[in-house]
């Protein structure tokens, strides 16, 4: 298929660009750079610097059979503190998306949407009809834009797929996380086994779980890149298909150090810090339902594998 990859200079983005040129896809990028990187775009893609609002219609006006849009705005600190960018760059922008596909007939659509739509669950592991009540700007726009997704594709007859990922990690190759603003567990951890950072803060022990610091499903960024060629290959015209994607096991702050610690050889410092405002104590997804209708299985869901690959490719980035 021949496959426009918005925001495919990112983390998640560069992969599953990587992962369909692999499984013989036609792949152009289309990404701004506002958090990407060039050279993360995979060598075999073509790619295309801009604004997805701005290009999407002339770019899909060349005639594609599918979308896979990651492009987004994605800090939460951020979305609460300058809502417009994420209400402007994430909704406005995959609206204008959305109307372009409409336009020159492109069929396909996998979203990147977010556990963040849940916010605080009643009941976990989380699944897709749960209630949707997000605790941040963020979560809001990408639950906006799911919204969005499902009326467009009943009325247009778009065959969508939104993907709910939770918490992310590993990396395939030579693509792998690297945000300049980094917010996440697991590369701040591995920056100060880098002794880039002098310690990690743990945002809070006094939560309701097993060592009192918050549970979180990883999952390995190729297990998701999978769940992306099942859900391409999946999609049917006029229907919007929601699934979460997550190991379906819970690893508390805790225990993500110590796996670093492990892997790295590194004591890692940590110092208690107060809770992070709006943190869930446990996030855990089920994905029963990707499996059984995507018929996706993860194949890394070993923290140690997650945690290590992630290890590999910022130590080789550092030279160590
Ligand atoms: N966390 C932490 N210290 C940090 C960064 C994150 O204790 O320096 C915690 C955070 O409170 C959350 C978990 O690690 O409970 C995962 O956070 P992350 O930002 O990686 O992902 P999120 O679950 O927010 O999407």
Known sequence: MKLLVTGGAGYIGSVCAARLLEAGNEVAVLDDLSTGHRDAVPDEAEFIEGDVAEQADAVLSRGFDGVLHFAAKSLVGESMQDPGKYWHGN??????????????GTPRLVFSSTAATYGEPEQVPITEDAPTRPTNTYGATKLAIDHAITSYAKAHGLAATSLRYFNVAGAFDRFGERHVTET????????????????????????PTSDGTCVRDYIHVTDLAEAHLLA??????????????????GFSVRQVIDACREITGHDIPAKLAERRGGDPAVLVASSAAAQRELGWQPKHPDLATMVGDAWTFVAGRAGN
């Open 91 to 104: 909704v406005l922008t995959s609206v204008r998306l959305l109307d372009a596909m409409r336009t020159h």
């Open 232 to 249: 391409v290959a999946a999609a049917k015209p006029g229907t919007h298909g929601i699934f979460n994607l997550g190991n379906g096991t």
């Open 184 to 207: 996440h567990l697991i590369p701040l951890v591995l920056q100060v086994a880098l002794g880039q950072r002098e310690h990690v803060q743990i945002f809070g022990d006094d939560y």
